[in-house]
């Protein structure tokens, strides 16, 4: 017998790539010996273990989930055709935005509608474009491309973690 409880109710339980069911869970689907267990749950961080199921008593994992943090933000010049304006790329869980007061220039957007999201460090510009839409370049006023990089890899990170959802 297998027993899974989780901080997080109804995260998805796999075993062995198997999905066998949310959590709490108690199965007996599963054979004696040593399994892959994956947890998931949307918003938070997967866990993935090895344990070893015993043919006489039950196993039990208690596991905690940690939620996937996002609150990045980077001081930017958005490059128009003609001209630029300064102001503020921010991401957070809920999507990516650019604050500037040129209202005309400013959007929001979801992590999930980023379509092409790639920083050139050598030319110092991070490149975005909106899935079936519009292409914005951003640089920075600093010296290197640390903050676009830094900021990038930031909002990858998380939205790697965002697109793991089948427990593998």
Not at 62 to 84: C, T, W
Request: aromatic residues 8%; proline residues 4%; glycine residues 6%.
């Amino acid at each position: 017998m297998l027993r899974v409880r989780t901080d997080v109710p109804g995260a998805f339980v796999f075993v062995d790539r198997r999905f066998i069911g949310e959590t709490p869970l108690e199965t007996r689907d599963v054979t004696a010996g040593q399994h892959q267990v994956n947890i998931s749950a949307e918003g938070f961080d997967g866990v993935a273990q090895t344990v070893d199921i015993s043919a006489t008593d039950p196993t039990e994992l208690n596991v905690e989930l940690k939620r996937i943090r996002l609150d990045e933000s980077v001081a930017v010049v958005h490059k128009h055709r003609f001209g630029s304006c300064a102001g503020r790329l921010v991401a957070t869980m809920d999507g990516l935005r650019y604050e500037t007061p040129h209202a005309e220039d400013a959007f929001a957007m979801p992590l999930s509608e980023l379509q092409t999201f790639e920083v050139d460090y050598l030319s110092k510009n991070l490149r975005v474009r909106a899935r079936g839409g519009r292409t914005w370049n951003f640089t920075t006023t600093e010296d290197t491309a640390d903050p676009l990089f830094v900021f990038h890899r930031a909002v990858e990170a998380a939205r790697e973690k965002l697109s793991v959802r089948d427990g593998q």
